[in-house]
């Protein structure tokens, strides 16, 4: 059963009021093919705010201890969110996220892997550069700019689509993609201030 839809209502109608959520940039999401969603991480409200705004049902890596927790691990399941154990290789993570990709959906990760304390973008992981280029899907990078305090206004700000195509034929590192795509969203972060 998928509640995406359900959610996306309900959380719609609470946060878009709550933090006077503006988007930016929703004509520049590819309306078909696989999509890798790359997002700076502020705070654990960054999901259901990508979620909520994104033309498009995304489907979140989450990080496997949620889905111990009683509430969560039924409906992150219908919310499209999969689990993904931090910290080490999880191959059934990477399986079950190229297949997403390669079957045309939308995947949203995090590439700082965990939130920052500072508020400043942080170094991308490899991870996001490897499903870049192997995932046969466009990049989308993306910035959330403001604090997650009431009725102050909360950007979220999608970018360009960043083609692939030149780092799979260079054969670019994982490394080197993820600086691309890090450095996309500093360029957000820098334009949107």
């Known amino acids: ?66 889905f111990q927790m009683p509430v969560l691990k039924s409906v992150l399941p219908k919310v499209q969110a999969f689990p993904v154990k931090r910290g080490m290789s999880d191959r059934e993570a990477f399986r079950t996220t190229l297949k997403l990709l390669r079957g045309g959906k939308v995947v949203g990760m995090f590439p700082e892997g965990t939130r920052s304390k500072t508020g400043e973008l942080g170094k991308g992981l490899a991870g996001a550069g490897f499903f870049a280029l192997k995932g046969d899907a466009v990049v989308m990078p993306c910035a959330i700019i403001g604090q997650y305090k009431p009725f102050k206004k909360l950007r979220v700000i999608y970018g360009k689509p960043i083609d692939m195509t030149v780092y799979r034929e260079t054969k670019a590192s994982a490394e080197e993609v993820t600086e691309v795509i890090m450095s996309e969203i500093g360029n957000l972060l820098k334009q949107n201030k």
């Open 1 to 66: 059963m998928n509640l995406y839809p359900l959610g996306k209502f309900l959380i719609s109608t609470i946060f878009y009021p709550l933090y006077r959520i503006e988007v930016t940039g929703k004509e520049n999401f590819p309306k078909e093919g696989g999509v890798l969603l790359c997002t700076n991480h502020i705070d654990n409200l960054d999901p259901p705010v990508v979620g909520i705004t994104c033309p498009r049902e995304v489907h979140f890596m989450a990080k496997e201890e949620l």
